[in-house]
């Protein structure tokens, strides 16, 4: 027991030569911007650890109605680009195209997500995150909208990119405001719902997207969802307060100044906004081609989010083309998705908790590292490995439709374990600049998120769905069976690097 111990609190010891202060807030920066408050009065600080004005200090409905709300974005995120699948043939009908070309209207609205957020995250450190919320949602409903009236391939790809761009301030905006209103002890909850609800509509997508295709046609998925979005954009004006501490403070030295005429200011306050900018807007690029952690993080969320789309892309079509199914049934298959995506959420984010506690007391009580965000990755990569696999070969040799779904549900429980687990790395690793540290890991898994539904079509084609999915499941392998363990060992100096750099 003191070895375990001894190795935990090692753990937590590299973690905490490893994380500059800039991007993580650690005790030590916090105690000494107290301390430098205290030096000079006119420096604005939060007014000690319970101000009410500190959104960790929020209350719980408040945090939750947050957390909430900025899922049901996610959900919408996700789900315009899944809620394509099942209708994928009838619009290539009307554009006198084939399906296989088709493909792209669906992919192409994941590629924005790499870009997006590489330039909205840092908007959001910037200006705050309440706002760049708000424009985006309003830009996405935009071109929704226009997506549903296109009478060409073209004119849809364009509406396809630009409302992706629109969506991709969810991912630019969600996991910094959960950094900004919970505490390391509370987020395993908070992305247990943050992490189930958008994944959870590449699940939901299909099932409304078929039922809306074959009952009134294509075009009204994207009213449908132009619809929805904008009443989660009614409800954001006032559930959605800004969140970010950077232009909480600004704003409260403002206030001070114009009541007192003092001269209050805030650690930012002696940059301009165009050095902010600047500064800001690479940072992204800078984390990515810097830091070997976002690197590593990156590949794996890659790998994890493009195996995904591609079984996202073809489950429709494994059910009308191998079982004769129709477009309604096929739809209702994803069923299985969010039934295993369920019960991850509700297991994983007690686990994520108990885990990060457990460890925290072994080390000491005090000290923590982003490392103990780990252990949930075993589970999580176990479940997709096995998933994939009962998927593949039940629907290779055509098993009852029960066996196909059981291995569907038991790979999206993996699929959210995983996922949960490495953004909560991510965020504890970079809590300053939770934003960007965010759009750098996740520019890989959009990429891959647009590519690889591209070959899925040919890859089942000349290895069949047993096979294919095998070969899959044997790179994922090749990932994720060292991945916990370099996290565990070199996760700490993987970061000190980054910060040297």
């Known amino acids: 027991m003191a070895a375990n111990s001894a190795d935990a609190r090692s753990v937590v010891t590299d973690a905490e030569s490893a994380i500059c202060p800039s991007e993580a807030g650690t005790s030590a920066d916090l105690l000494e911007r107290e301390n430098a408050a205290e030096v000079d009065p006119l420096l604005v600080t939060w007014n000690g650890s319970d101000d009410p004005e500190n959104p960790y200090n929020w209350n719980q409905p408040r945090k939750w109605a947050i957390t909430i709300l900025l899922s049901f974005g996610g959900l919408v995120t996700l789900m315009s680009g899944a809620m394509l699948a099942p209708a994928l043939g009838d619009i290539a009908h009307d554009f006198n195209t084939d399906q296989k070309h088709a493909q792209i209207f669906l992919s192409i609205y994941v590629l924005a997500f790499a870009f997006g957020p590489m330039v909205l995250a840092p908007c959001t450190e910037v200006f705050g995150r309440r706002p760049v919320w708000v424009i985006c949602a309003c830009y996405y409903i935009a071109w929704n909208t226009a997506a549903g009236f296109s009478q060409s391939s073209a004119v849809l790809i364009l509406c396809r990119i630009m409302s992706g761009i629109g969506a991709s301030a969810e991912f630019a905006v969600s996991s910094p405001v959960l950094a900004d209103i919970w505490t390391s002890e509370q987020r395993g909850k908070s992305y247990a719902i943050s992490t189930f609800l958008p994944l959870l509509g590449p699940a939901l997508g299909p099932i409304i997207g078929g039922a809306v295709s074959q009952a009134i046609h294509w075009r009204w998925i994207f009213y449908i969802l132009s619809i929805y979005d904008g009443l989660l954009v009614i409800a954001g004006l006032f559930l959605l307060p800004e969140t970010s501490k950077v232009v909480l403070l600004e704003r409260k030295a403002k206030k001070l100044r114009s009541e007192t005429g003092l001269a209050y200011y805030t650690d930012a306050s002696h940059q301009t906004l165009t050095s902010r900018l600047v500064v800001s807007l690479t940072r992204p690029i800078r984390m990515l081609f810097t830091h070997p952690t976002i690197q590593f993080m990156g590949i794996l969320l890659a790998y994890n989010f493009g195996v995904l789309y591609i079984v996202l892309s073809t489950f429709a079509t494994l059910w009308i083309d191998r ?179």
């Open 323 to 501: 079982y004769g199914q129709s477009k309604l049934v096929s739809g209702l298959h994803y069923i299985a998705l969010v039934i295993g995506y369920t019960i991850a959420s509700q297991v994983g984010s007690r686990a994520m908790d108990k885990i990060w506690a457990y460890l925290k007391q072994r080390a000491g009580g005090v000290k923590t590292a982003p490392e103990y965000r780990v252990p949930l990755m075993v589970p999580g990569a176990i479940l997709v490995l096995t998933g994939i696999f009962i998927y593949g070969w039940t629907a290779e040799y055509r098993v009852h439709w029960i066996g196909p779904d059981i291995g569907i549900a038991i790979f999206g429980c993996g699929i959210i374990l995983n996922t949960q687990a490495m953004q909560a790395y991510v965020t504890e690793s970079y809590l300053g600049h939770v934003a960007s540290a965010s759009a750098a890991s996740q520019f890989l898994r959009s990429i891959t998120g647009f590519a690889f539904p591209i070959f899925a079509p040919s890859l089942y084609a000349n290895l069949g769905y047993g096979w294919g999915n095998s070969v899959l499941g044997f790179a994922f392998l090749v990932l994720a069976a060292p991945a916990p363990i370099i996290l565990w060992i070199f996760g700490a100096r993987m970061r000190a690097i980054g910060q040297h750099k």
